[in-house]
């Protein structure tokens, strides 16, 4: 069964550097997000790309963030100078084929980024 | 505006036993509906969804959920409940128009089924 994968499964960076946090959906997908989880929180949105242009992004996606579709495969969020509340498990999903009723989101297992 | 609301942090149901975790939904459209699990240092695993049609929904490992236009709900149900089901369960919900609608969240109810 086709997945969502993601790489690393952890990075730990220091406050002030970037990081690139890299996802493959699932190959005919349509639809990339974005989410994090903050130990013990809820998941939250934090950006939508369709058609190689960001559809939504929530308070949370500030200038720090940048999602890149660099080629057919990768979709990658940035974030360009790290701080000590990003560290949280971020996933990246994927959805709909097209003409399928299939709506639901596919996550990847997560990358854990601990910035310390 | 769309949001979840998960009234229970946790739910703790005996094995053998059957299990429900609650949800309810606010949407200005008609809602998408979805119920996702999580294991301990894992991503979220799709459980069931809620599209069209038929109000309750089957979907894997032997769960169930009934939507209830009228309660705006999406309760999630199991008949015979597993040690293995102890997880942390999330409902969430979308609009349904558009095809790239966020999905968003509700907190998450820890099941614990005890032995």
């Known amino acids: 069964e086709p997945e969502v994968t993601q790489t690393p499964s952890h990075q730990v960076t220091q406050m002030g550097q970037e990081v690139i946090l890299r996802c493959v959906p699932i190959?005919?997908?349509?639809?990339f997000y974005w989410y994090r989880q903050i130990l013990g929180q809820k998941v939250e949105f934090l950006v939508s790309?369709?058609?190689?242009?960001?559809?939504?992004k929530s308070e949370i996606f500030d200038d720090q963030f940048s999602v890149e579709r660099p080629d057919g495969s990768n979709f990658t969020l940035k974030i360009r100078s790290t701080k000590l509340e990003d560290s949280a498990m971020y996933f990246c999903?994927?959805?709909?084929?097209?003409?399928?009723?299939?709506?639901?989101?596919?996550f990847g297992p997560g990358t854990r980024l601990t910035v310390t | 505006a769309q949001s979840v609301a998960q009234p229970e942090d946790q739910v703790n149901v005996a094995e053998g036993n059957p299990l429900t975790v609650k949800c309810t939904y606010s949407?200005?459209?008609?809602?998408?509906l979805f119920w996702y699990v999580q294991y301990p240092n894992r991503g979220l695993q799709f459980l069931l969804k809620?599209?069209?049609?038929?109000?309750l929904v089957k979907g894997s490992y032997g769960f169930e959920a009934e939507f209830n236009k009228s309660q705006t709900s999406f309760h999630l149900k199991k008949p015979s409940a597993l040690v293995s089901d102890s997880a942390l369960y999330f409902c969430?919900?979308?609009?349904?128009?558009?095809?790239?609608?966020?999905?968003?969240f509700g907190t998450g109810t820890k099941l614990q089924v005890i032995p």
């Open positions: 999903a994927s959805s709909y084929t097209p003409g399928t009723m299939s709506y639901e989101q596919y």
């Open positions: 809620y599209i069209t049609g038929d109000n």
């Open positions: 190959s005919n997908h349509l639809y």
């Open positions: 790309f369709y058609n190689n242009e960001i559809s939504e």
């Open positions: 949407v200005s459209g008609n809602p998408y």
């Open positions: 969430a919900v979308r609009d349904a128009s558009g095809g790239y609608q966020k999905v968003t």
